[in-house]
Nanobody
Framework: QVQLVESGGGLVQPGGSLTLSCAAS????????MAWYRQAPGKERELVAS????????KVVDSGKGRFAISRDNIKNTVSLLMNSLKPEDTAVYYC???????????WGQGTQVTVSS
């Protein structure tokens, strides 16, 4: 049974930083590219960042370039998202998932709420 458990969200002031973490189980983690998505209120879920199986590539959405960094640990089966210089428009629920052909593979976890507000 696949489990994706996100953590690390919270309330942060504009300009602040957060590191999100996702613990994955139930599939062969090292064989799958991984990604972070987010869904803001009233908006569709969007891809934020992705990383290859051996961290061979990383991609970050244009709005996060220079501020967000994705990383993974194939021993601990975790994927992280470091977010710096946070903006109010980064407010959303953040989710992780395996990704293949630009599509999420597994049922979504509960996500972790990120709120950027003064």
């Amino acid at each position: 049974q696949v489990q994706l458990v996100e953590s690390g969200g919270g309330l942060v002031q504009p300009g602040g930083s957060l590191t999100l973490s996702c613990a994955a189980s139930g599939f062969t983690f090292r064989n799958e590219a991984m990604a972070w998505y987010r869904q803001a209120p009233g908006k569709e879920r969007e891809l934020v960042a992705s990383i290859g199986t051996l961290s061979s590539f990383t991609k970050v959405v244009d709005s996060g370039k220079g501020r967000f960094a994705i990383s993974r640990d194939n021993i601990k089966n975790t994927v992280s998202l470091l977010m710096n210089s946070l903006k109010p428009e980064d407010t959303a629920v953040y989710y992780c998932n395996a990704i293949r052909s630009s599509r999420p593979l597994y049922p979504w976890g509960q996500g972790t709420q990120v709120t950027v507000s003064s």
